[in-house]
Structures are given as structure tokens and as C-alpha cells.
Antibody, heavy 122, light 107 residues
Framework: QVQLQESGPGLVKPSETLSLTCTVS?????????WSWLRQPPGKGLEWIGY???????NYNPSLKSRVTISVDTSKNQFSLKLSSVTAADTAVYYC???????????????WGKGTTVTVSS | DIQMTQSPSSLSASVGDRVTITCRAS??????LNWYQQKPGKAPKLLIY???SLQSGVPSRFSGSGSGTDFTLTISSLQPEDFATYYC?????????FGQGTKVEIK
């Protein structure tokens, strides 16, 4: 079955760019799914960052839109997140997830990576 | 953005209890409502989609109901492995939004 694995630096300095990659195994990033990034600050709830379709079309959370870029590399079966100008408030566990669908209308995140902790600190 | 509000924020229950968690949307989301379970240090796990459809492999003691703005997750007989935090999430529109979570603890 489809599995996702996040990778990237665990420590990022303030004002720099956070970069994470999610590798898809057991399936193809070119399938008819949306590939998502979410995050969870320590002790808090879940925040949706955005998603990408294999064609490259994206949708971002307006609260982060000015700083976020999500891209896909079909040749590597990966998708990636870049978050610029980070501050301590961006410290969180970052998850990648597949947003699958039922009947092409109802969407839900049915496959998740294990998550990776990113700390923003000098 | 559609705001999702869960109640209660936490609850204490015993093994075998029937547990009900409520989720309210700030506007109608018809049946575009999903429920997730998260255990400490783990990724969320999909339990229920389209308000009442049980995800494959999820025990039948979990059930969901509701439509429009009001939804419920019910655990018919709480088991030791069910102690976790539960989140509702709407997929009616973007940005996708989650409730603040309900922590189910052992009494």
C-alpha cells in the first residue's frame, strides 16, 4: 500500500527557508490524488498548509500563502515543501499526507507520513 | 475559512463506556466531514469519512453521524487502545480546517 516518508533538516535558523521532501512508495505521485502538507506545533492542533496535484496545480492556506511553495517531482515520486522567512512560530511536526477521494467529490487524508520535527532556532 | 469547533475539549471515561464527541461547523458543510484519531507521537489516522463512512480496518465500535453543521463521533464501547485525541476536519472547501481536538483520557 502507499506509504509516505518526510525528510529534511530538523533545525532551521530564523529568517531562513524550511525545505522538506515527501517520498511516495507503493504508489505513484501521478495518481488522481492531492498531495498535502500539514503541521502541528508542540501541544497544539493540526494546521493544513496546502496541497498539490500531480499536474502541478496548487492550493495554499491563505495564512501561509505568501511564504509557501509546494512542488512535485514525478520522476522521483516525491513532492516538496518550502516555507520561507521562518520564525519560532513555525516550529512544529510537519506531516505529508495523501488526500484521497470517494466518488471524486468527498476528500479525506487517508495516508500520512510519520511526521518530522522541525525546530526554528538560531 | 470554515471554523470547526469540537466539544468537549477533553473527557475522562472508563473502558466499556459509550463516548460521544461533537463537532460543529461555522457554516453548512453537508457531509464533507472526516474524523481522525491521533495517539501521542504518532500521525493522525483516518477513522470516518463523508460523516459516517467507516474507513477500512477501523473497528465497528466507531461511528459517525450528522450533516449540515452538526456532527457526532461515537465510540460504542471504549477500549484501552482508544485513549487518544480525536479531530474533526472539513473538506467542503479550502483551506481545510480541523477542530481543536478532543482528548479522551482514562478515568
Amino acid at each position: 500500500q502507499v506509504q509516505l516518508q518526510e525528510s529534511g533538516p530538523g533545525l532551521v535558523k530564523p529568517s531562513e527557508t524550511l525545505s522538506l521532501t515527501c517520498t511516495v512508495s507503493g504508489g505513484s505521485v501521478s495518481s488522481s490524488s492531492y498531495w498535502s502538507w500539514l503541521r502541528q506545533p508542540p501541544g497544539k492542533g493540526l494546521e493544513w498548509i496546502g496541497y498539490i496535484y500531480y499536474s502541478g496545480s496548487t492550493n495554499y492556506n491563505p495564512s501561509l500563502k505568501s511564504r509557501v511553495t509546494i512542488s512535485v517531482d514525478t520522476s522521483k515520486n516525491q513532492f516538496s515543501l518550502k516555507l520561507s522567512s521562518v520564525t519560532a512560530a513555525d516550529t512544529a511536526v510537519y506531516y505529508c499526507a495523501r488526500e484521497g477521494s470517494y466518488g471524486s467529490y468527498y476528500y479525506f487524508m487517508d495516508v500520512w507520513g510519520k511526521g518530522t520535527t522541525v525546530t526554528v532556532s538560531s | 475559512d470554515i471554523q470547526m469547533t469540537q466539544s468537549p475539549s477533553s473527557l475522562s471515561a472508563s473502558v466499556g463506556d459509550r463516548v460521544t464527541i461533537t463537532c460543529r461547523a461555522s457554516q453548512s458543510i453537508t457531509s464533507y466531514l472526516n474524523w481522525y484519531q491521533q495517539k501521542p507521537g504518532k500521525a493522525p489516522k483516518l477513522l470516518i469519512y463523508v460523516a459516517s463512512s467507516l474507513q477500512s480496518g477501523v473497528p465497528s465500535r466507531f461511528s459517525g453521524s450528522g450533516s449540515g453543521t452538526d456532527f457526532t463521533l461515537t465510540i460504542s464501547s471504549l477500549q484501552p487502545e482508544d485513549f487518544a485525541t480525536y479531530y474533526c476536519q472539513q473538506s467542503y472547501s479550502t483551506p481545510r480546517t480541523f477542530g481543536q481536538g478532543t482528548k479522551v483520557e482514562i478515568k
